[in-house]
């Protein structure tokens, strides 16, 4: 079935360093991929998004890219700040499949000062 | 431009009771999702709404169901509440339906005791 699988679950770095989160998905229709940064008691909220038309994106310190062929896709955060501190979760969609979003279990992040 | 709003925040239900959760989406959209949210399993898709019509279904019993109205308003009904049922329910809205930014309400926690 459709599964997106996603590491790690915790990471701790140190506030200025980079931060890397790796998502693998399994259907291969699947070609619409959000990140999502959820704080403590918030709704998630969408950090940045990559369609499969697209290797990779950059928006200020943060950065997607994806492999299609190897199905997967990670998340760079550079010069990492306490504020990044919070639960990340990338999910898949695509066509076909309406607004059915299949997201990974989530990476805690703590940025440490 | 109002958020995506769900009602109401917080719910406290008896094993056996039935529940409805309400969310409005950003004026303009048409697509509602609906996402459940535990700890140990993470977001998972329930069904996604697209002009009054379900056009994606997850894996959950028939017990969970919704409804769409012709102002895009959504509505998701959970019957016969089981203990395992506690837990974030969250609604996502988008213009389409398809590969495009979906923003979350701020949830409704149900507690079923």
């Known amino acids: 079935g459709e599964n997106v699988e996603q590491h790690p679950s915790t990471l701790s770095v140190q506030e200025g360093d980079s931060a890397v989160i790796k998502c693998t998905y399994s259907?291969?229709?699947?070609?619409?991929f959000p990140w999502y940064k959820q704080e403590l008691g918030k709704r998630p909220q969408l950090i940045i998004d990559i369609r499969s038309n697209v290797g990779e994106k950059k928006d200020q310190r943060i950065a997607v890219t994806l492999n299609k062929t190897a199905k997967h896709f990670s998340l760079h955060i550079t010069e990492t700040q306490p504020e990044d501190s919070a639960v990340y979760f990338c999910?898949?969609?695509?066509w076909g499949q309406g607004g059915k979003l299949i997201f990974g279990q989530g990476t805690e992040l703590s940025v440490k000062p | 431009k109002a958020g995506v709003t769900q009602t109401p925040r917080y719910l406290i239900k008896t094993r056996g009771q039935q529940v409805t959760l309400s969310c409005s989406p950003i004026?303009?959209?048409?697509?509602v999702s609906w996402y459940q949210q535990t700890p140990g399993q993470g977001l998972q898709f329930l069904f996604e709404?697209?002009?009054?019509?379900?056009?994606n279904k997850g894996n959950f019993p028939g017990r969970f169901s919704g409804r769409q109205f012709s102002n895009s308003r959504s509505e998701m009904n959970v019957s016969t509440l089981e203990l395992g049922d506690s837990a974030l329910y969250l609604c996502a809205s988008s213009w389409d339906s398809v590969n495009t930014e979906a923003f979350f309400g701020q949830g409704t926690r149900l507690t079923v005791v």
């Open positions: 259907d291969s229709a699947s070609n619409y």
């Open positions: 709404y697209f002009s009054e019509t379900q056009r």
């Open positions: 004026s303009g959209h048409r697509s």
């Open positions: 999910a898949a969609g695509g």
